[in-house]
């Protein structure tokens, strides 16, 4: 059974960092591409950043690149989000998912497996 764990959310003041974490178990992780979703309140989920199987290459939602930078480490079956100057519009569940495919992609349907989510609040 997969199991994906968010952690690292928290509320954090305009301009600030947070690191989310994913910690997966249950299959390979290492097959796998990894994303990060996000849903506002009242809003759709969208896509925020995914990363390849290797963590060569990496695909980011156009309005937060430099801003956030996704990473992973294969041998802790982890994958990270670092978001760096924080804005109150960045306030959302921030989903953690894992495709069972070879390519990244930025398509919520693609991804099979999901986390719980982590709440991030950013405070004008």
């Known amino acids: 059974q997969v199991r994906l764990a968010e952690s690292g959310g928290g509320v954090v003041q305009a301009g600030g960092s947070l690191r989310l974490s994913c910690a997966a178990s249950?299959?390979?992780?290492?097959?796998?591409?990894m994303g990060w979703f996000r849903q506002a309140p009242g809003k759709e989920s969208e896509f925020v950043a995914a990363i390849s199987w290797s963590g060569n290459s990496a695909a980011y939602e156009d309005s937060e690149k430099g801003r956030f930078t996704i990473s992973r480490d294969n041998a802790k079956n982890a994958v990270y989000l670092q978001k760096n100057n924080l804005k109150p519009e960045d306030t959302a569940v921030y989903y953690c998912?894992?495709?069972?495919?070879?390519?990244?992609?930025?398509?919520?349907?693609?991804?099979?497996?999901w986390g719980q989510g982590t709440q991030v609040t950013v405070s004008s």
């Open positions: 249950g299959r390979t992780f290492s097959w796998d591409p």
């Open positions: 998912a894992q495709r069972s495919g070879a390519r990244v992609t930025t398509t919520s349907n693609d991804y099979r497996y």
